[in-house]
T-cell receptor, first 115, second 117 residues
Framework: AQKITQTQPGMFVQEKEAVTLDCTYD???????LFWYKQPSSGEMIFLIY??????QNATEGRYSLNFQKARKSANLVISASQLGDSAMYFC????????????FGIGTKLQVIP | NAGVTQTPKFQVLKTGQSMTLQCAQD?????MYWYRQDPGMGLRLIYY???????DKGEVPNGYNVSRLNKREFSLRLESAAPSQTSVYFC????????????????FGNGTRLTVT
């Protein structure tokens, strides 16, 4: 079974609009962490935002927010006021396990921002 | 700040050749990782090392070996390269912070693009 599921291979969004990228996860651990990374066409991996399983508030970092629904095991990334520079691959990831050393990634969503 | 440095950036191998991908980090991180990235498959964990002297298999360890030479360096070896190992390889590291839960993001190198013909 997939640990991290990203069901949107590609998404389009109009510049200045908001967009939600979906992520669901599977774990039996009570304590775990969820992350989102951005990979522009240049190839580097950029950390965007983190949500802990015990955090009561949804995480926010600038234009990025994480819509965390623990009962549904979903951790969707919301990008507000999209910019052309947001065009990239976006990966959801989960850290779990003893010592939280294992980090598993989803297959990613390619976001294209249209002028 | 160098962060995580991978060498080489590009490599072409013939089937059956061997090579070692090098990775070094200067952030005093305990944990290090090797991932491969293939189109449509995201990043898949090959091996990881929770601390100096320990290594563990990830999702796709077959055909690879690793060495955690010291706290800074974590190398990935292909003993007999196969075309199926054509991929982009990423090394990553993270701190291990006791008592603060799983909140440490991975810091990635810039990747090695490997082609096996």
């Amino acid at each position: 079974a997939q640990k991290i599921t990203q069901t949107q291979p590609g998404m389009f969004v109009q510049e200045k609009e908001a967009v939600t990228l979906d992520c669901t996860y599977d774990t039996s651990d009570q304590s775990y962490g969820l992350f989102w990374y951005k990979q522009p066409s240049s190839g580097e991996m950029i950390f965007l935002i983190y949500q802990g399983s015990y955090d009561e508030q949804n995480a926010t970092e600038g234009r990025y927010s994480l819509n965390f629904q623990k009962a549904r095991k979903s951790a969707n990334l919301v990008i507000s006021a999209s910019q052309l520079g947001d065009s990239a691959m976006y990966f959801c990831a989960m850290r779990e396990g003893g010592g939280y050393q294992k980090v598993t990634f989803g297959i990613g969503t390619k976001l294209q921002v249209i002028p | 700040n160098a962060g995580v440095t991978q060498t080489p950036k590009f490599q072409v191998l013939k089937t059956g050749q061997s090579m070692t991908l090098q990775c070094a980090q200067d952030m005093n991180h305990n944990s290090m990782y090797w991932y491969r990235q293939d189109p449509g498959m995201g990043l898949r964990l090959i091996y990881y090392s929770a601390s100096e002297g320990t290594t563990d298999k990830g999702e796709v360890p077959n055909g690879y070996n690793v060495s955690r030479l010291n706290k800074r360096e974590f190398s990935l070896r292909l003993e007999s390269a196969a075309p199926s190992q054509t991929s982009v390889y990423f090394c990553a590291s993270s701190p291990r912070i006791k008592g603060q839960g799983p909140n440490s993001p991975l810091h990635f190198g810039n990747g090695t693009r490997l082609t096996v013909t």
